[in-house]
C-alpha cells in the first residue's frame, strides 16, 4: 500500500489541497487533518513530506526540512544513522542545528507501530510550525508574488 498516496487522495477531499502547475500540495494546517486520516486507516507504511515554497512562476523545495519516515524491522539508533549518513565519526563534528533537523525529519518506526508513526508526524507539524516563520524570511524574495509554504506528501 502506497500510504502517501492514499493521505494525499483522503487530505485532498477534505481540505481540496492547494494546485500550482497541476501539482497538489498542502499546507500544515492541512497536515494536522493527516494525523486523524492515518489513525483511521490504520496503516503504518513509509511516508515522506516535503515543504516547497510556492509563487506564481516558480516552486523551490526545501529538502533540508524534508520528513522521511521509514517502517523497519528493527530501530537504529538515530544518532548512529546521522553519523553513517554524514560520513563523521562523532556528533561532536555535526553542528548542533544540524542534529536538531534530522532528530525532527528522521523518523525509523517498528512495522504496525501506528502510535510512533502518528506521534513522529505530530512532532515534524510541531517543529515546522516553528521553523516557516524563518523558512519564508530566507525565500523573501520582493520581485516574487509568494503563495506560501505548502507540502507534498509521497
Given at each position: 500500500?502506497?500510504?502517501?498516496?492514499?493521505?494525499?487522495?483522503?487530505?485532498?477531499?477534505?481540505?481540496?489541497?492547494?494546485?500550482?502547475?497541476?501539482?497538489?500540495?498542502?499546507?500544515?494546517?492541512?497536515?494536522?487533518?493527516?494525523?486523524?486520516?492515518?489513525?483511521?486507516?490504520?496503516?503504518?507504511?513509509?511516508?515522506?513530506?516535503?515543504?516547497?515554497?510556492?509563487?506564481?512562476?516558480?516552486?523551490?523545495?526545501?529538502?533540508?526540512?524534508?520528513?522521511?519516515?521509514?517502517i523497519v524491522d528493527v530501530v537504529q539508533d538515530k544518532n548512529?544513522?546521522?553519523?553513517?549518513?554524514?560520513?563523521?565519526?562523532?556528533?561532536?563534528?555535526?553542528?548542533?542545528?544540524?542534529?536538531?533537523?534530522?532528530?525532527?525529519?528522521?523518523?525509523?518506526?517498528?512495522?504496525?507501530?501506528?502510535?510512533?508513526?502518528?506521534?513522529?508526524?505530530?512532532?515534524?507539524?510541531?517543529?515546522?510550525?516553528?521553523?516557516?516563520?524563518?523558512?519564508?524570511?530566507?525565500?523573501?524574495?520582493p520581485d516574487k508574488k509568494w503563495q506560501g509554504?505548502?507540502?507534498?506528501?509521497?
Open positions: 500500500m502506497d500510504l502517501g498516496k492514499l493521505c494525499s487522495e483522503e487530505l485532498q477531499k477534505l481540505t481540496g489541497g492547494h494546485f500550482l502547475n497541476e501539482d497538489l500540495y498542502f499546507s500544515l494546517e492541512d497536515l494536522k487533518i493527516l494525523l486523524k486520516i492515518i489513525e483511521n486507516l490504520n496503516c503504518v507504511d513509509d511516508l515522506v513530506i516535503s515543504p516547497f515554497h510556492l509563487a506564481e512562476d516558480s516552486t523551490m523545495e526545501a529538502y533540508w526540512c524534508t520528513l522521511s519516515i521509514k548512529i544513522v546521522l553519523l553513517s549518513e554524514t560520513g563523521k565519526s562523532n556528533l561532536a563534528e555535526i553542528e548542533e542545528q544540524y542534529i536538531e533537523l534530522w532528530d525532527n525529519t528522521y523518523y525509523e518506526i517498528l512495522k504496525n507501530d501506528l502510535s510512533g508513526l502518528i506521534k513522529s508526524l505530530k512532532r515534524y507539524i510541531s517543529f515546522m510550525e516553528n521553523r516557516e516563520v524563518s523558512l519564508r524570511e530566507e525565500y523573501d524574495m509554504i505548502y507540502y507534498q506528501i509521497y
